[in-house]
């Protein structure tokens, strides 16, 4: 059971509003959104791009409700913006996650990604020069002490069609950068999508992670997606993941590994579905109480 009083349960609005594929939940509302958080027991989010920008206005709407903000997705762009421009945007969206509260700061490296691209995600993936590791290693450990500056932790997301999506990516990655700068945001969906040992990778870096995203997986439409060479955002509308409770990821041995750890910090429903397909807050009660049953949050 994981300690209530030093984990706490958050939900990313992906499954209202998918910034990467918009038509999904386009009519969503950020209201409708972090209400129905809320009222399904929620008491933190992620960013979306339809919150607010302004610091005073999001943090209104959200004390109202109860809930808080615990992350926001940072597009590092080293491999192509390079090291000055993308640390210039670094700072300026560590000062606005750190003026709403949040402790966290989760990045990607986006310069070379094809998460986005109309290509096949299993056959087509960035893999790093050692120049491209040296860079992400000199950019990662600067993001990570500007983020130490403000008493947050800086997260590096795993993520399908990135240059750090497998195991062996995530020891280099683990091994190259400074392990009091930079940590790990641990990803069970994207490991699991990706085909990695999820217990194995958690079990090595648990002292690390300072961040959880908490997403189940539909085994048939990833072999599906493998067969036919889907994109990632193919995958995605196919209904590749899906919420913890739901699909074929037992997520009790994750839970167990990061109370045996003592973890502290944030565990957040993040789903990606067809809104038409999921209903976002019938899914978000659905993991909600899973979580419950097999946590005690």
Known sequence: MLN???????????????????????ENTFEQCVSEMALAGFTGSEIGNKYPKDVGT??????VRGMRICNAWFSSLLLSEGYDATIEAFIKHRDFLHALGAKVIGASEQGNSIQGKDVSIFGEKPVYT???WELIRKGFNKMGELAKE????????????????????IDKLMEITDPDL???LFDTGHLSF????????????VNRVKHVHLKSIRKDVIEDAKVKGYSFLDSVRAGSFTVPGDGDFDFTP?????????YEGWVVVEAEQDPAKANPY???VLARNYIREKTGL
């Not at 994750?254 to 003592?262: H, P, T």
């Open 182 to 184: 930079v940590y790990l």
């Open 282 to 284: 019938e899914y978000a």
């Open 254 to 262: 994750v839970f167990d590994i990061l109370d045996e750890a003592g």
């Open 194 to 205: 990706s085909g990695e040992d999820v217990l194995g990778v958690l079990k090595k870096y």
């Open 150 to 169: 403000k008493g947050m932790y800086f997260t590096v997301h795993h993520h399908m069609g990135t240059g750090v999506q497998t195991a062996e990516e």
């Open 4 to 26: 209530k009083e030093k984990v706490y349960l958050a939900c990313a609005p992906i499954a209202w509003t998918n910034d990467d594929l918009p038509d999904l939940g386009a």
């Open 58 to 63: 999001l943090k209104h709407k959200l004390d």
């Open 130 to 132: 050692d120049e491209q």
